[in-house]
């Protein structure tokens, strides 16, 4: 009887594990083969070169360069640490971060693992010699990209870092893959699809130890698109010269086509170095003030209310208020820069002598609505929609959102403080010299731009809003700015030169809490026949009309001399 169940009991094992091998190898043995096949075959990246990027000229401002990492193939290695002390000892550099490193870059036993990058070519040399005592140790070619200009060019250019998890989520769907680099900045972000290039990669075929034993398909990485900037590397250079050492920002740009000729911020930051550890730079280096900074105005707004006062037929040129130095509006008394005052000023004095009692009158004429709608027509309050990233759109205050956001009237005094380029009026430097390039332009709000060409593509002109201003009502404030720096009496007469005409405006905004005044001057050049405009500014540089002015006379020189 036992050996009846024995036999049994082996029976149904046998068909149980019949049945077993049966749809292992029968039905799910197509999906196993598949696996098998998948396991048998990696996959190695191997990186396109970026795109060069070009200054107008056609000046290399950002390119990759040859370089030598010292790399090691694990499965070829009989002792690691022995042939990690030795790569240690050749490079000068701790064993501890070498071996960091090859945890942190292996990947596979027969992929090639970074050990560093960027080493020095003779000490690359060096290891290319002793390779025959070094079982499993490389030295591989790679690209490190550079950046000729440094600091200068910083905020246009930016950087490239390895992609984070953050954007690998969210461009992992465009073939970004873990580890690329990627632009974190600038035009390196903005343009990366372009600039990035098309990666290549082999296809190994290993064994079940992981171990290398064919190469099956190989495919060569496509270079990027190379990009040609409106930017004029030697203006940049210079002017990054002159700003170094001040917080700022200065922009040069053609107002007729809207290409940026040169946008600085200062302080920046070499972006052949490590950006990590400048992130708690107080000075905030990483801050483009050209497009993020958001200052008050100053005196500079009193060319776009002396534009909306005359269009809307609130004053005339003639139109003459007396300036004691003050002006009284209910309780609250509001002063000129000048204590004694200005006397009788008209519209022409009134912009060559920035007389502040001339505008709080002329903008209590024009009203707040006024105001707000001329603002609102010369850009501010909007982000230009220039190719850079974190532009800032700047505010212009109104009654209803006065009465919305703080639950109070908007006052006369309000209106007064608004006319000068104070108050709750917020700008971007950028915003700035465009409202002074729709002067000169003659009334073509145009938007600013940084790509002037990629190779093998067309780059859709901008093309420009018109504001319908009275031509001799244009002229009549151009007369008035050409007087701010050839006049006796000007506030820029600094910046006159023998070189070239300037027409211009000075501004000096106070940023509250009792620290030293913002400098502004903007304008254009030549005065007769404009054919840049420019705006330099000084975070808390005291007069618009002192070291701002001179700095913009020296640069446009520089422009006009080397054009």
Not at 54 to 63: F, I, M, P, Q
Not at 296 to 323: D, M, N, Y
Request: glycine share 10%; hydrophobic share 40%; proline share 4%.
């Amino acid at each position: 009887m036992r050996i009846k169940t024995l036999q049994f009991l082996f029976i149904i094992f046998f068909i149980l594990l019949g049945l077993c091998l049966f749809y292992l190898q029968v039905i799910k043995g197509p999906r196993y083969r598949e696996l098998s096949y998948r396991n048998s075959i990696r996959l190695l990246g191997i990186s396109a070169p970026r795109g060069i990027i070009y200054d107008r000229r056609g000046k290399k401002v950002a390119e990759d360069v040859l370089s030598f990492g010292v790399f090691i193939v694990p499965q070829e290695v009989k002792d690691l640490d022995a042939e990690i002390r030795r790569v240690s000892s050749i490079l000068d550099c701790s064993e501890s971060l070498l071996k960091r490193n090859y945890k942190r870059n292996y990947r596979a036993p027969f992929a090639p693992c970074e050990l560093m990058a960027n080493i020095p070519k003779n000490k690359a040399i060096l290891i290319e010699e002793l390779k025959l005592d070094m079982p499993g140790v490389l030295i591989k070619e790679s690209h490190l990209r550079r950046y000729s200009y440094k600091e200068a060019l910083a905020h246009v250019i930016g950087y490239i870092g390895e992609i984070d998890k953050r954007e690998l989520g969210l461009l992992k769907t465009y073939g970004y893959v873990a580890r690329d680099l990627i632009g974190k900045d600038g035009i390196e972000r903005i343009s990366d699809a372009t600039l990035r290039g098309e990666n290549g990669g082999m296809q190994v075929q290993v064994d079940n130890r992981g171990r290398q034993v064919g190469v099956l398909s190989f495919k060569r990485p496509v270079k990027g698109k190379d990009i040609h900037l409106t930017i004029d590397a030697g203006l940049q250079d210079f002017l990054w010269n002159m700003m170094k050492g001040k917080k700022g920002a200065a922009i040069f740009m053609d107002h007729y086509t809207g290409e940026i000729l040169s946008l600085v911020s200062t302080p920046s930051y070499d972006p052949n170095a490590s950006v990590s550890r400048i992130l708690n730079d107080k000075r905030s280096p990483l801050l483009n003030r050209a497009i993020m900074g958001l200052y008050p105005p100053g005196s500079i707004f009193k060319i776009a209310l002396a534009l909306a006062a005359l269009e809307s037929g609130k004053i005339r040129p003639e139109t003459t208020f007396v300036c004691h130095g003050r002006l009284n509006v209910g309780a609250a008394s509001f002063r000129c820069w000048k204590r004694d005052g200005h006397g009788p000023v008209d519209l022409e004095n009134g912009i060559i002598e920035s007389c502040n009692v001339y505008f709080y009158n002329t903008g209590i004429l024009l009203g707040v609505e006024g105001i707000w709608k001329y603002a609102k027509e010369f850009g501010f309050g909007e982000k230009t929609g220039i190719e850079l990233f974190g532009e800032q759109k700047g505010f212009v205050p109104s009654r209803a959102w006065k009465k919305t956001e703080k639950n109070q009237n908007w006052y006369t005094g309000d209106t007064a403080n608004l006319s000068i380029g104070q108050g709750y009026l917020l700008v971007t430097p950028l915003q700035v010299v465009r409202m002074f390039a729709t002067l000169a332009n003659g009334g073509g709000l145009i938007r600013p731009h940084l790509l002037k060409d990629i190779r093998d593509s067309d780059i859709r002109r901008h093309k420009k809003i018109i504001i319908r201003l009275k031509k001799k009502n244009i002229e009549l404030i151009k007369n008035g700015m050409k007087g701010v720096v050839a006049s006796e009496r000007g506030t820029g007469m600094r910046a006159w030169s023998e070189v070239c005409s300037i027409s211009a405006k000075t501004g000096t905004s106070q940023p509250g809490g009792g620290l030293k005044t913002h400098a502004w001057f903007g304008g254009f050049a030549p005065s007769e026949k404009p054919e840049i405009s420019f705006v330099i500014f000084l975070e808390h540089g005291g007069s618009g009309g002192d070291l701002a002015a001179m700095i913009a006379k020296k640069a446009v020189e520089y422009w006009y001399k080397n054009r």
